[in-house]
């Protein structure tokens, strides 16, 4: 060791070891650093991360094409294939700032079955966390390791904001390590002139949406299945030991040794079909133990078990009776317990040991409703002895954990009804000239809000669909769970109420494969498949009037009718030379109507008299409408509110209402049909009950800058 080298830290030299200098293929892989593109590390045998800028200095070959990259590490020096990259070979040519986040890229490397490697954190990075930068560097002028530490600043976007050490040349694509969790939590991705930017190792549930993505799973599942072998086999060189001696510092609770354990378990489990399986049985877990309805506050993505796990971090006991690591512990043993129970039809030799070992830590536990609501849960799976009785010396009246669990006990309760999660999207009035502000949403049980994406500029108008696209279907595939289908529920500015929602298209059109099913999931048109309503962005976003209460719940009893949204307009089409209604008269005579009356138009409502006359139609509560929103010749409007009037009978409620517009959609969507039940034009429903979600839910405003360009 010379004069200017120090020990090395217990996790610094765990670290060393899984670091990889990624190169251009050629002779001795660059020994000297020519032809060097940045750093990678192992995340489990043979599979290594990086980012997609380092693996995109291969150009075509490498990103398109799939050709070899040069590896070395402290094994050897091997090449390997970039496997799932996002940024993938679109971002090719276009400069540095083509590779935007998560400039992720995961590369399968031959000969490497023997690695080491890191452990990847289950969790999102704290703010103000303790970090250290690990990677390859040749900032110095010679090629060799590069160690320093910093601390998380704060997030911005996607990125991880860095000071103190920072990312220098070089350093792309290696590991961002928690000091104080001995887990790797982010991936060096660049610097500004004050900060640095890094990856949260989150964004690998990013890979899962691309072709091939499901290869994570078989990822995630050998990096588990590595960490517990070396635990069990070679302890004193494990990752999860020195986890340890930093957790032996800190707060009791989920250790590393029954983390490591637990994920072993779970790798050898079917992993989740998406998100909506592990988000229910967090979201179970939550209200168990907290004794609340815990909804995220933040959009998670859990693609694994594993995942769910982690998302139980950080809870309190409201009776501020037990510490938060002590809850913690009783709600990670219950969502084992929920997860074994799931996979019951599964290996019935590993689900009794898993049930065993479960069981076990739960009668350890020092709360012993636990183990109570632990052995209900698994009483099919394994057979443990009973849970030693309660210590003497507890209190009379029952703590308010052990309540929430008692409801646990038996096995049936986990058969609970999952929570409802619908789709909001909000179109905002228009900002800068032409470009509309948008934002997508989860809407879990007709109350509490989650953001999934948005755009506070926004675009133009034509270019909505286009925008919206990625944050929708990301959206649905987590409200999609079970047997239900979210719903979409379209906040609009009256001027855009024509805008043809129903139709959009979660792919873009010709993106199908040619011997794919035109009529697909992800290609039809979404208002043939689920419900598609439009709603009022402005009334939304005040209190609901006594008016629109009422009204409300005339639709909600029914039967509905209808009554025309203009009188000009009325059943027996469009009269000639007939007296234009006036906006008063529009609003007292709609204001009159039956509570369960249903204003009828047809024609567009974004536009002309129908935009004066829906206007009326919300001042007066009206909370449905339907109307035909495309351009046709007025005689065929004594057909088409016909049709209406069929459809409103037919629906009953309002509640019936979108289920009967949805297979009148489809049947308006095959000519033929059309044609032979006489059925016309491309409808359009307003469906705004109020109070879905709570008044004062965030609205879309324009952020406080001089526009887009600015």
Not at 556 to 582: I, K, N, Q, Y
Not at 675 to 688: E, F, P, S
């Amino acid at each position: 060791m010379t004069a200017f080298e120090e020990p090395l830290s217990s996790l610094e030299a765990m670290v060393r070891p899984t670091l990889a200098r990624i190169v251009a293929c050629g002779d001795g892989y660059a020994p000297d650093g020519d032809g060097y593109w940045g750093s990678g590390f192992f995340v489990a045998p043979g599979w290594l991360l990086t980012c997609a800028h380092v693996v995109g200095e291969g150009g075509a070959a490498v990103m398109r094409e799939g050709g070899p990259v040069g590896v070395s590490w402290e094994g050897g020096t091997t090449t390997g294939q970039v496997i799932l990259a996002k940024p993938g070979h679109e971002a090719l040519g276009g400069g540095r700032g083509s590779w935007k986040f998560p400039d992720i890229a995961l590369v399968r490397v031959r000969g490497a079955d023997d690695a080491r490697c890191v452990w990847l954190s289950d969790r999102a990075p704290a703010l103000h966390a303790s970090v250290s930068l690990h990677g390859w560097s040749r900032e110095t002028g010679d090629l060799g390791v590069r160690y320093g530490t910093g601390q998380i600043s704060g997030v911005d976007g996607k990125a991880l904001l860095l000071s103190g050490a920072l990312p220098v040349g070089g350093l792309s694509g290696g590991p961002v390590l928690d000091r104080r969790s001995g887990a790797v939590i982010g991936m060096n991705k660049g610097r500004g002139e004050h900060e640095g930017a890094a990856v949260p190792i989150t964004a690998l549930r990013e890979l899962f949406d691309l072709a091939g993505g499901d290869v994570l799973h078989t990822v995630v599942r050998e990096h588990d299945r590595h960490h517990l072998r070396r635990f069990t086999e070679s302890p004193a060189t494990a990752w999860t030991t020195a986890q340890t001696e930093l957790h032996r510092s800190g707060v009791p609770g989920v250790d590393p040794a029954l983390r490591v354990r637990l994920y072993g378990y779970f790798a050898e489990l079917r992993p989740p079909t998406g998100p909506r399986p592990v988000l229910d049985l967090v979201g179970r877990v939550k209200a168990t133990v907290t004794g609340e309805d815990n909804h995220p506050l933040l959009l998670h993505d859990p693609q694994t078990w594993r995942e769910g796990a982690g998302l139980l971090h950080g809870l309190r006991d409201r009776s501020g009776s037990r510490s938060s690591a002590d809850v913690e512990l009783d709600a990670v043993l219950l969502y084992a317990a929920q997860v074994a129970r799931r996979a019951a039809g599964q290996d019935a030799r590993l689900l009794r040991a898993f049930a065993g070992w479960i069981t076990e830590q739960a009668e350890r536990h020092a709360y012993w409703p636990v183990g109570e609501a632990i052995r209900a849960l698994l009483t099919d799976l394994a057979v443990a002895p009973r849970p030693a009785a309660a210590p003497l010396g507890t209190a009379d009246a029952p703590h308010p954990t052990a309540t929430a669990l008692a409801t646990v006990a038996a096995p049936e309760a986990t058969e609970a009804p999952a929570t409802r999660i619908d789709v909001l999207v909000r179109i905002g009035d228009i900002q800068y000239g032409d470009r509309y502000p948008w934002s997508v949403q989860l809407l879990y049980d007709g109350q509490v809000v989650t953001p999934v994406d948005g755009d506070d500029i926004g675009v133009p108008l034509g270019q909505l669909e286009e925008s919206v696209r990625g944050a929708l279907a990301k959206a649905l595939s987590l409200g999609d769970h079970d047997e239900h289908l979210a719903a979409v529920e379209v906040f609009l500015p009256r001027r855009l109420f024509d805008l043809p929602v129903d139709e959009w298209q979660l792919t873009p059109p010709g993106a199908a494969d040619d011997d794919s099913d035109a009529l697909d999931e992800q290609s039809m048109p979404i208002g043939l498949r689920r419900t598609v309503v439009v709603r009022a962005q402005h009334r939304n976003t005040r209190p609901p009037s006594p008016e629109w209460r009422r009204r409300r719940r005339g639709v909600a009893r029914g039967p509905l009718t209808a009554v025309p949204l203009r009188a000009e307009a009325s059943a027996e089409g469009h009269v000639p030379g007939a007296h234009r209604e006036g906006a008063l008269a529009v609003y007292g005579r709609l204001g009159g109507a039956d509570d369960a009356c249903v204003p009828v138009h047809c024609g567009p409502v974004g536009s002309g008299d129908g935009l004066e006359a829906m206007g009326r139609a919300l001042l007066a509560g009206h909370a449905v409408a339907v109307w035909r929103r495309d351009a046709h010749p007025p005689e065929e409007c004594a057909a088409f509110h016909a049709q209406a009037a069929r459809l409103l009978e037919s629906a009953g409620r309002a509640d019936g209402l979108a289920r009967q517009v949805r297979e009148l959609r489809i049947r308006l969507s095959d000519p033929d049909t059309a044609r032979t039940q006489g059925l016309k034009g491309r409808i359009a429903v307003l469906l705004d009950p109020p109070d879905r979600p709570r008044h004062g839910t965030e609205s879309i405003h324009p952020p406080a800058l001089a526009g887009p360009d600015s």
